[in-house]
């Protein structure tokens, strides 16, 4: 009929330290997705490319040093410049597969000992994440996994107070998956949640906002 509602996409994001996986499996996530005719796409945070992403990056990268307070509002801004079109693209049927989002924005300044309530207050009115994946590895197992690029926060004392920040944040959203199983294996993890979550918001479970 003409006043059918189309139904929305999911706002699902994945969460953890670096080397946790959370790239490759985003990316086949979307892949999964496409496969059962899900319409989604691949976003991530930082958006590095945005002028507020290019600050970012030079900050990860070295080029630049800024107070921990003005990289904090950074990151969120970088949020806060893609919003409308995130709620745009979830209205109109399309699920995002976020790789990181408000609760690595939160997690990693906390970790540098900002206050939380203080972290978490840019975020309020973003879009809440319908589900927050967060691929579980202990800060050791994940640096031995190599290949840490040398970006700021790439050391295991400061993965370790990210670890501790990220358990302040678990809330109803959140499932860990055990990202030292076989990769195949967190994958079919991945896909059973993120399918249930697609098709709950399907239904008509209604979008909700920071911090809920
Ligand atoms: N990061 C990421 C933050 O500190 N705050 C944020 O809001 C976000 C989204 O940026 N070590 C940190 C976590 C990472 C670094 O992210 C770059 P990635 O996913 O490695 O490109
Ligand atoms: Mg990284």
Redesign the pocket.
């Known amino acids: 009929e003409d006043n059918k509602k189309e139904s929305r996409g999911a706002l699902i994001v994945l969460e953890g330290l670096?080397r946790s996986g959370?790239?490759s499996q985003c990316s086949r996530l979307v892949s999964y997705l496409e496969g059962h005719g899900i319409s989604a796409e691949l976003w991530?945070?930082?958006d590095?490319t945005t002028d507020v992403g290019k600050m970012?990056s030079a900050y990860?990268t070295n080029a630049s040093q800024l107070d921990d307070h003005t990289?904090?509002l950074l990151?969120?801004a970088?949020?806060w410049e893609k919003r409308s079109l995130m709620e745009t693209k979830l209205t109109s049927g399309t699920t995002l597969i976020v790789?990181?989002?408000?609760y690595?924005?939160?997690?990693?300044?906390a970790a540098k000992g900002l206050d939380i309530e203080w972290c978490k207050a840019p975020e309020i009115g973003l879009l809440a994440a319908d589900l927050v994946a967060y691929l579980d590895i202990s800060p050791e197992k994940a640096s031995e996994r190599g290949g840490y690029?040398g970006?700021?926060?790439?050391k295991l004392d400061f993965q370790k107070k990210v670890a501790e920040s990220f358990k302040d944040l678990h809330d109803t959203a959140w499932k860990v998956v055990d990202a030292c199983q076989p990769i195949e294996d967190v994958e079919k993890q991945l896909q059973d949640i993120v399918l249930h979550c697609v098709t709950e918001c399907q239904k008509g479970k209604p979008l909700s906002f920071l911090w809920s």
């Not at 970006?151 to 790439?154: Q, S």
Request: no cysteine; glycine share 6%; proline share 3%.
């Open positions: 670096d959370k790239s991530r945070f930082p590095r970012i990860l990289i904090h990151f969120s970088n949020r790789d990181r989002y408000s690595s924005g939160v997690a990693f300044s690029g970006e700021r926060y790439e």
